[in-house]
Structure formats: structure tokens, C-alpha cells
């Protein structure tokens, strides 16, 4: 059947290169996704779906027996805010673009969605098909589209027991069309830290009237650096990067305030809260020592996207049977992040990556890069592993 499964999508694959392309050229960021959730709603119509809005720009459609098990697949379906530079004839114009490949997502589970349809007398239970906005993060309220759509109850009417989501992938380890994953710890969580040093703002030429918050800001800066260096070891992957420290307006003022902002990034739960704490105490520190007022806020608050062990061999076994070949086995976690994490920590998950190309297949730019492409030609494996992934859950477990 699986290989049937497989044909059968490759036969669906000129519409999902229709419907990817349609999404890519009207690109929307955000929760901001109206021509988007409008496009989803009506394709899931003309399959039979009754589709619901949920979170304001999230789109939830289900099939199959109630009273069952139920079964999530999630597709995420925001652009990033950014100009394309790929070069495509269906490249979109505005400032958003597909960057990160969530047109592709969203086709694909659309795909899926067909494939479930025709095969909706074989469900021992229920599917339910999670589109999701903003997995960017981009919302400035601090929440992303995961914790949204959680917050209004997308893990229950019915009451999901497993889920499963993908990503695609351009400058892939593996040639394109191969499917890869690893249990445990897939992705690091993502925090963003925002440290605002006060000080005394006065004339540049009587700095002793003031008090520096850019030289406490440099000294939090070094500690930043010695705590990685020093208090992470060295086979523990932990990233705190500062990507902004802004001050000042003129060469001859000593400003106020100072601002640094950064993002931690770990893959361990209690090295994330260890790490909280030290920068919230070496904060502190400097602070006294120098005479500033301090204040540090983490936002974001994604934790690590986390693969349950046995359902993620169930699902590497079923993926196999399907494409003939093996399921890549990453030996560490990503360091990049996928607010998916707010899914898996709340429901026996997988998460599953397909490669769109490596640099020697002609896809050399990564994610989030202005030039980036992804090699159409493997969306039926994705839709055909959303499906099949479904189909075989339930049947072990409905």
C-alpha cells in the first residue's frame, strides 16, 4: 500500500507545485496571513474539509471515526519579512518572502489532505490538520503562532495523543528527497535576551559627572563570553549570541541607557534555566560594581523541539517503507529552532526533516537567505510522508 501511496502523490505533484507557487508569489508574515488562510480554507472545501479558523491567521480541519485516537499534522505557513533576491519567475514582490520554505509545508499537507480523503474509510481514528501562523516568531507581542494556537485549545476537540510535523530543507547534509531525523533532542530552544543598562547621561568631556552604561554594557558583553568559555562544557551544545548593542547618538554625549540583545539557544531544559540564572546574577554584578541599574527580559520562550523516542522509530520505520530508503540519523540536534517545541513537550511527537537539494545539487543558500530555492521535485515525498506517517499511527494505535 505504501508504495501505491507514494505514486499516487507523485501524481498529485503538479498541483502541489501550483498551489507552493501560488503561496510563495503571496508571501504574508505573521499573523497577518489573509490571502493565505483564505487560499487553505477553500482548497480544504473542494476536498470535503469543513475547515475552522483558530488563533486569528491558524486554519484546523479533521477527518475520520470519532471517539478514536487522534493523530495532529502540522504545516506552518508564514513568510519571513524580507525582500526575495532567488530569481524566480514566481518570486513574490513585496517585502515578505519565503524563505524558510513554509510555502512548501503548507502544499504539501494540502497534498496530504487529498491523500487522507481518499483513504478516510482505512482511518482507525482521527486526523487532525494543524495550519499554522507565525513559527517566525515575528509577533512583537512576544508569542508565536505554536503557544497561540495552543492557548485556544488545538490539542484537544479531539484530544490529539500524537503529532507529527516536517520541515524541508535547501543546503541539506543529504541528497534531495531524503528524509532525517534523530530521537531525543532535535532542535534547541530559543530565548531572546534583552539587557537594558541605565546609567547618567552627561557632556562627553566630563565623563566623571556621569555614570558609562556603555562600559557596563562591554563588561556584561566579556562575561557573556567567559560564561560560555567557562561554564558550559564542551561536548554540551549552548549558544548565546548578541546581535545588537545600541547607544548613543553623538560622538560627544555619554548617553543614559545601553541596550544589548541576544539569543540563548540550548538543548537541555536545565542548562536553559542554568543559563537564565547566571546572566540574570552576572547582570546584577555588574550593575553594582559600576553603578548601573540593570534590568534583563527573556522573550520568545521556545523550549527545545523534542522527538519521543519510540514514536519517532515508529515513524522512521514507516517513512522507510514508503521511500524504499533510509531515514538519515543525526547524530547531534540542530542548533536552529521551531516553536513545533510548544507541540512536542505537550504530546508524543516527531519531527522530520526532507532534504530540497545540497550545495552540490545546485541548492547552495540556506535558510532565511534572500537567494535561497528548493528543489520542487520532493514535495510528494512530504505529502505522501504526512499521510502514510497518519495512516500507520492509526492503525497500531487507533
Not at 74 to 85: I, Q, S, T
Not at 91 to 107: E, P, V, Y
Amino acid at each position: 500500500m505504501t508504495n501505491k501511496l507514494l505514486e499516487r502523490a507523485k501524481e498529485l505533484q503538479p498541483q502541489l507545485v501550483e498551489n507552493r507557487r501560488w503561496l510563495h508569489s503571496h508571501a504574508e508574515v505573521g499573523f497577518e496571513l489573509t490571502e493565505t488562510c483564505a487560499f487553505v480554507e477553500e482548497k480544504l472545501r473542494e476536498l470535503g474539509y469543513e475547515p475552522r479558523r483558530m488563533s486569528k491567521a491558524g486554519v484546523v480541519a479533521t477527518l475520520g471515526k470519532p471517539g478514536g485516537k487522534t493523530i495532529l499534522l502540522r504545516a506552518d505557513m508564514d513568510a519571513l519579512p524580507m525582500r526575495e533576491e532567488s530569481g524566480l519567475a514566481f518570486a513574490a514582490k513585496g517585502d515578505a518572502a519565503h524563505t524558510c520554505g513554509h510555502d512548501l509545508h503548507t502544499a504539501m499537507l494540502l497534498g496530504a489532505a487529498k491523500l487522507l480523503k481518499e483513504h478516510e474509510s482505512e482511518l482507525n481514528g482521527c486526523v487532525k490538520l494543524m495550519f499554522q501562523p507565525d513559527e517566525e516568531g515575528t509577533n512583537p507581542l512576544g508569542f508565536s503562532g505554536s503557544q497561540a494556537m495552543l492557548e485556544d485549545g488545538i490539542l484537544e476537540a479531539p484530544h490529539v495523543d500524537a503529532a507529527f510535523s516536517m520541515h524541508i530543507w535547501s543546503n541539506a547534509p543529504y541528497t534531495a528527497g531524503t528524509f532525517f531525523s534523530r530521537k531525543g533532542a532535535l532542535m534547541s530552544s530559543c530565548d531572546t535576551v534583552t539587557v537594558t543598562v541605565t546609567g547618567k547621561g552627561t557632556h562627553g568631556s566630563m565623563p566623571q559627572d556621569g555614570v558609562d552604561p556603555i562600559n557596563a554594557g562591554v563588561h556584561i558583553y566579556q562575561a557573556f563570553e567567559n560564561l560560555l568559555a567557562r561554564e558550559i562544557p564542551p561536548f554540551e551544545q549552548c549558544t548565546l549570541t548578541i546581535g545588537q548593542f545600541q547607544s548613543g547618538s553623538a560622538a560627544n554625549v555619554l548617553p543614559e541607557t545601553a541596550q544589548l540583545v541576544g539569543t540563548l539557544r540550548t538543548v537541555s531544559e536545565d542548562t536553559r534555566a542554568r543559563m537564565k540564572q547566571r546572566i540574570e546574577a552576572i547582570c546584577a554584578g555588574v550593575g553594582q560594581a559600576f553603578g548601573v541599574q540593570v534590568k534583563v527580559t527573556f522573550t520568545q520562550d521556545i523550549p527545545c523541539v523534542y522527538n519521543a523516542p519510540a514514536f519517532t522509530e515508529s515513524v522512521m520505520e514507516c517513512v522507510e517503507e514508503l521511500t524504499g530508503r533510509p531515514v538519515g540519523d543525526m547524530e547531534v540536534p540542530l542548533t536552529g529552532s521551531d516553536d513545533w517545541s510548544e507541540i512536542s513537550q505537550k504530546a508524543d511527537s516527531c519531527y522530520m526533516l526532507l532534504s530540497a537539494g545540497t550545495a552540490e545539487e545546485g541548492y547552495p543558500w540556506a535558510h532565511h537567505n534572500p537567494k535561497v530555492t528548493f528543489n520542487e521535485d520532493v514535495m510528494h515525498k512530504g505529502a505522501a510522508a504526512f499521510c502514510a506517517v497518519a495512516l500507520d499511527w492509526l492503525r497500531k494505535n487507533g
